[in-house]
């Protein structure tokens, strides 16, 4: 391998930026120029590519964002697209890809690599903590820990007025951010896309809040739930239970920045100097991740097609019972 670029695409997660460092560094270290492809696909698309040393990646493994810039691109989805960046990639003398992406990212870079025999080797980075093949994604940990930071704060006005909260958070179709930050901060109800809840049941949960005293309420309301945006839940909610003020927050993107955490920080280390060194040994189309703090590799084949996250039924009962 002569040259290799690099990118993140999709949503922006903390810990990308340690990630690009480390794939940087490990390529470099053996001997493998690299460049960094700015706004993902786009970059390849655009020839918009930048020759990476050591130094372009200083300074920069406590930064939130990434510093390549990222996007979904809808051009790297057509033919003419993917074409014009396989140009790119061989006028640049460039054999292989690492991109750091969620699975929208990992699509495009299986259908290139299938189309043009490019090498890539993907690493989960995103928020939403909901692609097979890892434990964990780089972001998910610093975005959890930043949506409690909110969800404590909140709390804290919660009890002053004896308000009822619902409170929205990002994951898409992943409940992973929504059921950990509502054991976190002690929620008293979660909606989750894994799990179909009624309003009547919600409500049933909340009365019970009332009869056992509580000054406040908290429900998380995870962004791909069945019953609706946190606006439209509070709605249906707000005239079925008494002597509480509905109120709703919706943390948003937020969630997404801030300084990664050092759990991410070193996964993103482990996983951009493992995607190297499995480019090394000739690995290609496969996505490296953390399984029981070891480092695996999966197929992107088998990562895109394989069902993702399953609620761990003994954190949801754990939940139900410390929240009575
Ligand atoms: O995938 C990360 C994520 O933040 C999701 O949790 C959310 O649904 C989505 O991206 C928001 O996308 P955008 O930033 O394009 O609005």
New binding site residues.
């Given amino acids: 391998i002569k040259n290799i670029a690099v990118l993140t695409s999709?949503?922006d997660a903390p810990g990308m930026n340690a990630c690009i460092r480390a794939v940087v560094r490990t390529a470099i270290f053996n001997n493998i120029g690299v460049y960094g492809a700015i706004q993902g696909y786009e970059g390849l698309i655009n020839n918009n590519l930048k020759k990476l040393d050591s130094r372009s990646v200083s300074g920069i493994i406590h930064l939130g964002g990434t510093i390549l810039k990222t996007a979904?691109s809808l051009e790297f989805k057509t033919d003419e697209g993917m074409q014009k960046a396989y140009n790119n990639l061989k006028a640049n003398e460039i054999d292989a890809l690492v991109v750091i992406g969620?699975d929208g990212t990992f699509k495009g870079a299986k259908e290139f690599s299938e189309k043009f025999g490019i090498k890539v080797i993907g690493i989960p980075g995103?928020?939403?903590n909901d692609l097979y093949g890892t434990d964990f994604t780089i972001g998910y940990d610093t975005a959890l820990n930043t949506t409690i930071e909110a969800i404590d704060k909140i709390r804290d006005t919660a009890d002053s007025h004896d308000r009822l909260f619902f409170i929205e958070v990002?994951?898409?179709d992943s409940g992973c951010i929504a059921l950990r930050s509502a054991i976190c901060t002690g929620a008293e109800a979660v909606l989750l896309p894994e799990r179909d809840t009624t309003i009547e049941e919600l409500v049933q949960e909340l009365v019970a809040g009332s009869a056992a005293k509580k000054n406040s309420r908290i429900v998380i309301v995870a962004?791909g739930n069945k019953l609706g945006s946190a606006y439209e839940v509070s709605k249906m909610v707000k005239y079925r239970v008494q002597n509480y003020d509905p109120k709703v927050t919706v943390l948003g993107?937020l969630q997404?920045g801030g300084s990664p955490s050092a759990f991410d920080r070193i996964l993103a280390g482990r996983l951009g100097f493992s995607a190297v060194n499995e480019l090394l040994k000739g690995s290609t189309n496969c996505m490296v991740g953390l399984s029981g703090n070891n480092i695996i590799v999966t197929q992107l084949n088998e990562a895109l097609t394989q069902h993702t996250f399953k609620l761990e039924n003994d954190l949801m009962e754990m939940k139900e019972i410390l929240s009575i």
Wanted: hydrophobic share 15%.
């Fill in positions: 999709g949503g979904r969620g995103t928020i939403d990002m994951g898409r962004e993107h997404r």
